[in-house]
Nanobody
Framework: QVQLVQSGGGLVQAGGSLRLSCAAS????????MGWFRQAPGKEREFVAA????????RYSASVKGRFTISRDNAKNTVYLQMNSLKPEDTAVYYC??????????????????WGQGTQVTVSS
């Protein structure tokens, strides 16, 4: 079993920055891809970013590319999402997720087996 505990988030003005963290426990963290997703009110959960097991390969959605950076520290069993130049449309609940099983990078939604509890990010205009 894997537990993902998120921290960070909160309220920030447009143009500001936030960093989300996701600490994993319960299994070998450094062997699987990790991802960040978000869900705004009334909308479906959407992909934000993914990082492979080593941190050497990353993917971003078009809406955040160039503003957000995903990274991981396998020694600390933690994945991060640095969010810069935030916009009101980035307001959502953000979730980290861990892939598991057999998959190719980047994982599909169904490859993510473990999810964090979610953290609110609110960007005011």
């Amino acid at each position: 079993q894997v537990q993902l505990v998120q921290s960070g988030g909160g309220l920030v003005q447009a143009g500001g920055s936030l960093r989300l963290s996701c600490a994993a426990s319960g299994r070998t963290f450094g062997s699987d891809a990790m991802g960040w997703f978000r869900q705004a009110p009334g909308k479906e959960r959407e992909f934000v970013a993914a990082i492979n097991w080593s941190g050497g390969d990353t993917r971003y959605s078009a809406s955040v590319k160039g503003r957000f950076t995903i990274s991981r520290d396998n020694a600390k069993n933690t994945v991060y999402l640095q969010m810069n130049s935030l916009k009101p449309e980035d307001t959502a609940v953000y979730y980290c997720a861990a892939a598991s099983g057999s998959y190719s990078f980047p994982p599909r939604l169904g490859d993510y087996r473990y999810w964090g509890q979610g953290t609110q990010v609110t960007v005011s205009s």
